[in-house]
């Protein structure tokens, strides 16, 4: 694995990517270029895009990535790594856990859009979107930097990992199966 991942850690760096990051060895995909949400009141809800042209940008970037990383992993006859879509929020009000997964519900779908207009392209192993709320708070927060916890994250992962979170089902999980 770590043959494959030096691979593609190699091949991002020739896509000049301008909106996101991916730290392949901490299987973290940085967004550079935020996505904004609405607020859950707005028409189309907490899980509406306020720029969907920018959100579509950015998420095309993420597929890129990721197609890039999974294409290096296939070559040496492993399996495809999975995504996994985790919204946050800075309160924890009672549909903050709804919010967060309707965040990550539509930034997952987005960027799954994105991965089927990709030539070439590898299918990560599973898709899923998680609400954790206010439960994961960053660093800052009690100084009241509340617009930095109002965030998506979004994580490679392996199957077996990906097996135990949905087996765990500790949080709000939205596989990408369950909402097609």
Same mark, same amino acid.
């Given at each position: 694995?770590?043959? /494959?991942?030096?691979?593609?850690?190699?091949?991002? +760096? %020739?896509?000049?990517?301008?909106? @996101?990051? *991916?730290? #392949?060895?901490?299987?973290?995909?940085?967004?550079?270029?935020?996505?904004?949400?609405?607020?859950?009141?707005?028409?189309?809800? /907490?899980?509406?895009?306020?720029?969907?042209?920018? +959100? %579509?940008?950015?998420?095309?970037? @993420?597929? *890129?990535? #990721?197609?890039?990383?999974?294409?290096?992993?296939?070559?040496?006859?492993?399996?495809?790594?999975?995504?996994?879509?985790?919204?946050?929020?800075?309160?924890?009000?009672?549909?903050?856990?709804?919010?967060?997964?309707?965040?990550?519900?539509?930034?997952?779908?987005?960027?799954?859009?994105?991965?089927?207009?990709?030539?070439?392209?590898?299918?990560?192993?599973?898709?899923?979107?998680?609400?954790?709320?206010?439960?994961?708070?960053?660093?800052?927060?009690?100084?009241?930097?509340?617009?930095?916890?109002?965030?998506?994250?979004?994580?490679?992962?392996?199957?077996?990992?990906?097996?135990?979170?949905?087996?765990?089902?500790?949080?709000?999980?939205?596989?990408?199966?369950?909402?097609?």
């Amino acid at each position: 694995m770590e043959r /494959a991942l030096e691979e593609a850690e190699a091949a991002l +760096a %020739k896509l000049g990517l301008k909106h @996101v990051t *991916l730290d #392949v060895q901490n299987r973290k995909i940085t967004l550079d270029e935020s996505i904004e949400f609405m607020g859950h009141k707005s028409e189309g809800g /907490a899980g509406a895009f306020k720029d969907p042209e920018r +959100a %579509k940008m950015v998420c095309r970037e @993420v597929a *890129l990535a #990721v197609n890039t990383c999974n294409a290096a992993i296939k070559r040496y006859g492993l399996t495809p790594l999975g995504l996994s879509v985790e919204g946050h929020t800075s309160a924890d009000l009672g549909s903050a856990v709804q919010n967060s997964l309707l965040r990550a519900t539509s930034t997952r779908d987005a960027i799954h859009e994105a991965l089927g207009e990709l030539p070439g392209r590898v299918q990560p192993a599973q898709f899923k979107a998680v609400g954790y709320g206010a439960q994961r708070p960053l660093a800052g927060f009690e100084d009241g930097n509340y617009e930095r916890n109002r965030r998506v994250e979004i994580h490679l992962i392996e199957e077996a990992e990906m097996k135990e979170m949905l087996a765990q089902q500790r949080w709000s999980v939205c596989p990408l199966w369950c909402c097609k």
